[in-house]
């Protein structure tokens, strides 16, 4: 098992239209290719952090920094691993619209998981403090 944490800043011309796209097509990859992991936006700020087979990961990777929705892609970490840390999760998406109890709910919510979250790997503990340090600023 292999996983890989990035980060990137989205371009400031994004559109709510695009972040479906990437959802839509990130989550057709995905489950064909057995990659698992976690994808935060906020603030015009992507952290990911991907896990599945090292080649497909890294390939898939080498298309993530090619893509213009985005700039200043950053590797933070890879590494191998023994066993996956986000086998359960799919790519979720809160759209909050003017609703701001609800975003501030979201934030919350994953500056405490954060705190609480698992840390098998030094990728894994890099995600979530970069994740809080995200959801604070």
Not at 8 to 34: C, G, H, M, Q, W
Not at 52 to 57: E, S
Not at 106 to 127: C, G, H, K, M, W
């Amino acid at each position: 098992m292999f996983e890989l944490v990035y980060n990137s800043i989205a371009n400031p011309n994004l559109t709510a239209e695009d972040i479906t796209n990437i959802l839509n097509t990130s989550r057709d990859f995905n489950s064909k290719n057995s990659i698992t992991g976690c994808l935060l936006y906020h603030n015009n700020q992507f952290l990911q952090i991907l896990e599945g087979d090292k080649k497909v990961v890294q390939d898939l990777y080498l298309s993530i920094k090619r893509d213009k929705r985005h700039s200043n892609v950053n590797l933070l970490t890879e590494g191998g691993k023994k066993e996956r840390m986000f086998s359960g999760w799919s790519m979720a998406f809160q759209e909050f619209n003017s609703d701001t109890s609800a975003e501030n709910s979201f934030l919350s919510n994953i500056i405490v998981f954060s705190e609480l979250a698992d840390r098998p790997t030094q990728a894994v503990d890099l995600f979530w403090i970069i994740a809080k340090n995200m959801m604070i600023d």
